[in-house]
Structures are given as structure tokens and as C-alpha cells.
């Protein structure tokens, strides 16, 4: 006795529009046709060829969280046209979810969020706020991204490209030179105030508009990321007893002791999301959330001027203002500059900052109050310092050879230490 097998009833899984990675992405044929009419029109039945060709890096851009590269993509279509794109692809790995912290919170989605939605809420609002001169933001333009269940895909515009690039300070270090900090301090300060003004003038909290905002701020406080500094920690007081300076170890000892249990490391990164420090608020606003050297990319115009643009915003989080240039100052800049010019760097964040506040907000309450925000901005920075100073740590790991792990973590912690930071 035979049987009839329904297999009108039988349903497939549909195949991915995502890509598991760069390499997946440049050899499937479908979804490059497919992101080409999305983001384009371009019509499948018109395109002659496809010839997708990566590219060089061409900086030290590398995604520790995602797989990323450089893409030209060049079309053909019957009619005579040629068309080529530049892009710059970040993939979610496949075992992106493999972490019981990322199954509870996902970076792509995070940044994909800030792209999508929480810029065009920032662009809106300075628009209808600013009739003066525009505001504009540092940060690439968003070709295309998508999220589906366990895979995302993030398209920005190619930076390197268009010609930016890293750099360095005049002895070839990477080390941000006092105008580029400038710079750079500059941009993120209209992030900053721009979110500031926003919640301050329509009474919002973007953190609880945007949950991934919240989220992404207490990251370091969850046990697996926490057991990541803790190891982080153990790395740098390792390198650092390698220094024959004389005051090392009286430096490792309180470096141990000021981040001497788990509980420390919690209560110091808690603090960044704190809305309020010993009685006192706080300006809480957007932060990049990893404002460091490797994070910004710079540009010298044909007219002499040098442009910046933040780049990787998936630990974007609503926090301290202090917080991106507090570690910025402590990572990214000589030790030796940040001692004479620490305080020209703040100036400069915090005049734009106001400029950027004031120009938004227009309301009379507000209006001759810059000393009060200046001081906010001062003690955010200030409380900001700790972190800043812990995180820093963690580019021993990335710092050249040993010689140089070594004579960096030293400054860094001597630093510290003349901030009573240890």
C-alpha cells in the first residue's frame, strides 16, 4: 500500500540575505544582484556584469568584532553603462552569538540602530532648531545594513577611499598630535551637546527611547566582560613589572590595590552611566562608547584644512560626558602632551560643546548659564578619569613591540598615579 507525500505542506528554509562573511559575500552572485537593486535600482535583468574586487586595507582598520573589508563594485549594464561603488562592509561572525553576553545584547544592532534611527533623530532636531549655520556630523554615511535573527550586515561609505586615513605624531607613534585631538574632541563635542539639547529641550531620555543605549553602557559591568578587564588588568601589571624605572613597583603595588576585586571594576564602569556623582548631575548624553586612536580617521582637503570622521559606533551608550575624552586624552595622545596641553584639549571640547548646547537649545532658562554647564563638563570629565585611565590599559596589548608595552604602560601609569587615579 503506497502513500501520497504532501509536499505543498513541506516548507524550506529560505536562504539567508545575509552573508556569514566578506568572502561568502564577494562569491555569491544573488546577494550582491540583490543589495545592487536595493540600494541602487539597478535591475538584475539589466546588469550585462559584476565584477566585485576587494580592496586593500589601506589603514590599520580591522574590526575585533565583526569581519570587515574594502569593496569595489563595478556594473555593467547592456544599455553601455559602467558604474562602480565603493564600499566598506562590516559582517557579524558567526559565532558573533556564541558569548552569553551577546545572545542578551547585540553590537550590530547597536550600531545599526545609531546609523538608522538615532542619527536622521539628531539631523532632524538640529535642523529644526538650527536656522543659523549647519551642524554637521563627523561620522560615514550609511549605504545600507539589515538585521536577520542571528546575521547583520552594516555598508558604509569607503573613508580610505575618499582619502582619509590614520595618522601619526611626529615620531611616527600612534599617537594623535595636539591638533588632531583638537579635532577630534571638537566633532564628538557636537554629538555630545547636539544629544544633550535634544533630551533637555523635548524632555526625552535617548536612553530609554533607544533600550540598546542603556544596555551597551552597563556592558562592562557584566560578569564575562568584567572577567575580560580583570585579565586585561592582570596583562598590563605583567608588562608593566617589566620597567626597570626605579618607582615601578611602588606603581604596580597601588595599581593592585586600587583595582584590587571584580567588585572595583564594576563600581568604576557603573559610575560612567551615573546621572548623578556625591549629589551633583551629571550631563548625560551620547558617547561613542571606544573613542581612541584607531576610531578616527583624518583628512587633509585640497583648500590645506583637515577633516575627521569618528568611525565605529557600535558601543555607542548614553552616559558621563566625560567619558569618550577622558579616555581619548589617556590613550591616544603622547604622555608628554597630554602633561602641557591637557587642559587646551578640554577647552577646546568644552567651548564646542557650549557653542554647539547653545545654538539648539534657545531657551531663556538656559540662556547666560555656560559656567554652570562648563563645570558639569568639568566634573563629568573629572569622574570620567578612572575608567578612562582602565580602559587605556588594554592598548599594552596592541602597543608594538615589548619595549614599547613596556615604556607605555609605565607613562601610563605614572600618569595616573600624579592624577591620584591609583
Known amino acids: 500500500m503506497g502513500f501520497k507525500l504532501d509536499l505543498g505542506s513541506y516548507q524550506r528554509k529560505a536562504p539567508s540575505n545575509i552573508p556569514n562573511s566578506i568572502e561568502d559575500l564577494i562569491c555569491n552572485d544573488n546577494m550582491i544582484c540583490r543589495l545592487l537593486n536595493v540600494i541602487y535600482s539597478h535591475d538584475h535583468n539589466d546588469i550585462k556584469s559584476i565584477e566585485v574586487k576587494p580592496l586593500s586595507p589601506g589603514s590599520d582598520i580591522k574590526g575585533n ?7 569595489a563594485i563595478i556594473v555593467k549594464t547592456y544599455g553601455g553603462g559602467r558604474h562602480e561603488y565603493n564600499w566598506f562592509v562590516k559582517i557579524q561572525p558567526e559565532d558573533h552569538l556564541n558569548s552569553d553576553l551577546f545572545t542578551q545584547f547585540n553590537l550590530f544592532e547597536n ?18 532648531s538650527n536656522e543659523g549655520s549647519a551642524i554637521n556630523f563627523d561620522i560615514p554615511k550609511l549605504i545600507y545594513s539589515e538585521v536577520e535573527k542571528d546575521r547583520a550586515i552594516i555598508i558604509l561609505e569607503d573613508l580610505v577611499g575618499a582619502g582619509f586615513k590614520q595618522t601619526k605624531d611626529g615620531n611616527g607613534e600612534k599617537y594623535l598630535t595636539l591638533d588632531a585631538a583638537i579635532l577630534a574632541v571638537e566633532s564628538v563635542a557636537k554629538i555630545h551637546a547636539a544629544s544633550y539639547a535634544l533630551q533637555v529641550k523635548k524632555n526625552i531620555d535617548l536612553g530609554h527611547i533607544h533600550p ?22 592582570d596583562y598590563y601589571c605583567d608588562i608593566l613589572e617589566e620597567s626597570k624605572n626605579p618607582d615601578s613597583p611602588i606603581l604596580v603595588e597601588r595599581f593592585r590595590k586600587t583595582f ?11 559610575r560612567r552611566v551615573s546621572q548623578e556623582e556625591n549629589g551633583k548631575s551629571s550631563i548625560h548624553c551620547l558617547q561613542q562608547g571606544d573613542f581612541h586612536f584607531n576610531n578616527l580617521m583624518f583628512k587633509v582637503e585640497a583648500d590645506g584644512r583637515t577633516s575627521v570622521k569618528i568611525v565605529d559606533w557600535q558601543m555607542a551608550y548614553t552616559g558621563r560626558a566625560g ?32 557653542e554647539t548646547f547653545y545654538s539648539l537649545i534657545r531657551e531663556k532658562k538656559w540662556m547666560n ?10 566634573q563629568d570629565y573629572t569622574e570620567s578619569l578612572p575608567i578612562g585611565f582602565l580602559f587605556s590599559c588594554g592598548n599594552v596589548m ?25
Do not use: H
Not at 65 to 71: A, N, T
Open 260 to 270: 584590587d576585586s571584580p567588585e572595583k571594576l564594576k563600581e568604576i564602569v557603573t
Open 212 to 233: 540598546n543605549l542603556e544596555v551597551s553602557g552597563m556592558l562592562w559591568s557584566n560578569d564575562e566582560m568584567a572577567s575580560r578587564l580583570t585579565a586585561m588588568k
Open 65 to 71: 568584532l565583526s569581519d570587515c573589508g574594502r569593496l
Open 323 to 354: 567619558g569618550d575624552i577622558a579616555y581619548l586624552l589617556m590613550s591616544s595622545i603622547n604622555p608628554e602632551l597630554y602633561e602641557t596641553d591637557e587642559d587646551t584639549i578640554k577647552e577646546k571640547y568644552f567651548d564646542m560643546f557650549n
Open 111 to 128: 550600531e545599526i540602530e545609531f546609523y538608522q534611527k538615532i542619527v536622521p533623530e539628531l539631523e532632524e532636531f538640529v535642523a529644526e
Open 369 to 378: 548659564k555656560e559656567q554652570k554647564v562648563e563645570r558639569m563638563l568639568e
Open 398 to 422: 596592541s602597543t608594538g613591540d615589548q619595549e614599547r608595552k613596556v615604556t607605555f604602560a609605565y607613562n601610563l601609569c605614572n600618569e595616573a598615579a600624579s592624577k591620584n587615579l591609583i
